[in-house]
């Protein structure tokens, strides 16, 4: 479903980077940043034993960049350093927060350094502003203890090792987003070192025109070592209700029903979750879910009755909170594959903008026939986010580069495999569903989140038609020399 002419764009990109020819060797810019970072910096090669120890690992271990030295600075100053030392060296480089990115665009980055933020984690909360200003590193569950403690909240994501950083420059989408929005419609500013080394406070008066991508785009324009947010009084005391149900496959076409009758009616408190995999005792492809409720417990039951009038074979209910939903969410399953490292998957994923029964019910069945005769593929998942529009619609679509508000589903399909050769049959596995889907989610075209994308769907699918000139022109004013252009990347040049 590429579009010729985005596949074009994203060539056009690469070719930028072929041109980038390593002139210099692993242990001379070991030797070189050595002399100019700050005490209290690090700078190794991967090879060497601090360098596992000392740096940020990556989550997926496939299509994953391959560094050869590992640079840790200490102080803003320092990022200014081994931004202007590799722009000048023609040594390419990756910004590290939490390390979660799995783009395989990633993969296209070779002989390069790990800029890892590891060093910027400072957390700031205040209370009576309702602000909080954090490092650029700060993962998603150091934030929750903190916030839930001072009765705050704020629009985090579904997984605690998540960077922050990361999370908001492509958007940032979890199940408080029905109340706020995505986590970049809460930022209020942010701390940038450019390509040129320079260091810009970006807010909505200053470098207005980088606000608006930085939002939706971010990681195409710079390094960014701190962002302060807005964050809000928590919902209900701070008590979430968390109901886990399993249906066995035969319920799925119900299952869909009840989810197709939230549509346009979904309460702004609520998230609807499935993970979708083969369970032989469930009786095949079966879903099994997340109901995360900002609530009492009694309303929560309420709303989800038509779920739980169904019938599932089992129900759990947690009574949760900030700092704990997403560890008893989907029955652990989050926070289990979340905290592992270097796993290999194949990831895929679409918006849907409509709940098409029908389709569902072809895609698992195919899945279902397909797994059954196929042991290879059985490590695949489906994974369904139906969070409330409600907050995202708040925003107007022109305030910032975050490019998709109406989304009814993120749909995920991620080929997990403990056999690496198993990937290209995951690989080609996850297309052919993808393309299934996409016959049911009320688009012409594929539309993806950019975080949870592949990395073939290209520019348009990631940031829309609409916006790409704007994101373009950016890109030729922030980062002319494609510095940061290894994460689903704006073309600067292309249509
Ligand atoms: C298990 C799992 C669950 C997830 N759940 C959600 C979810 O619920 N909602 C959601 O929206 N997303 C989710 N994501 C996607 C996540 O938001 C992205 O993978 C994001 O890029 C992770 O950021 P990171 O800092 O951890 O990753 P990294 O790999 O460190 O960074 C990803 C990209 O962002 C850049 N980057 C990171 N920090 C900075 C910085 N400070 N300055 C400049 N560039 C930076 C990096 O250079 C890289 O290009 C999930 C991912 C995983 C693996
Ligand atoms: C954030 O969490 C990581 C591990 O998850 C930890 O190493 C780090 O010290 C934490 N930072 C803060 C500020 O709590
Ligand atoms: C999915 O649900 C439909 C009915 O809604 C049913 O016909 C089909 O058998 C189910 N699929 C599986 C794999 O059980
Ligand atoms: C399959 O479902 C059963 C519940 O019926 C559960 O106990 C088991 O852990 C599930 N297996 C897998 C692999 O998810
Ligand atoms: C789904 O697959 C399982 C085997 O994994 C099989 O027992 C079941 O009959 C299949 N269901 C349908 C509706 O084909």
Redesign the pocket.
Known sequence: MVNLRSALALGLAQLCHLRVAQAISPQRIVHDLQAQLSVGSEVVLTSNPSFEEDFTSRFSASHSPKFVVGAKPKKVSDVQKVIRYASKNKVPFLATGGGHGYTWTLGELENAIQLDLGHFQTIDINTDANTMTIGGAVRIGNVTEQLHAVGKEFPVGMCPTVGISGYTLGGGVGPLGGMYGAASDNLLSAEVVTGSGEVLTVSAKSHPDLWYGLRGAGFNYGVVTSMKYRIHPATNNGEITVINAMFP??LNGSVWEACNSFVGRHPKELSILFAIR?N?TL???SPIASFIYFGPRDEALKVVKPFLDLNPLHVEIHQSNLAEFSNVALYADVADIGSRKAIDFAPFTLNLYKVDVKNLVNVI?FM??T??ENDDLKGATLSWAQYPTEGFLSYPSRSSAFAYRDVIVYFSIDGFTEDVAKLPLLDDFGKVLRDMLQLGSGRPQLETYVHFGHGDEGPRSWYSAAKLPRLRALKRVYDPRNLFSWYNPVPSVGH
């Open positions: 496959a035969a083969l032989e009786g095949g492809i069945n279902n026939t797994l059954a």
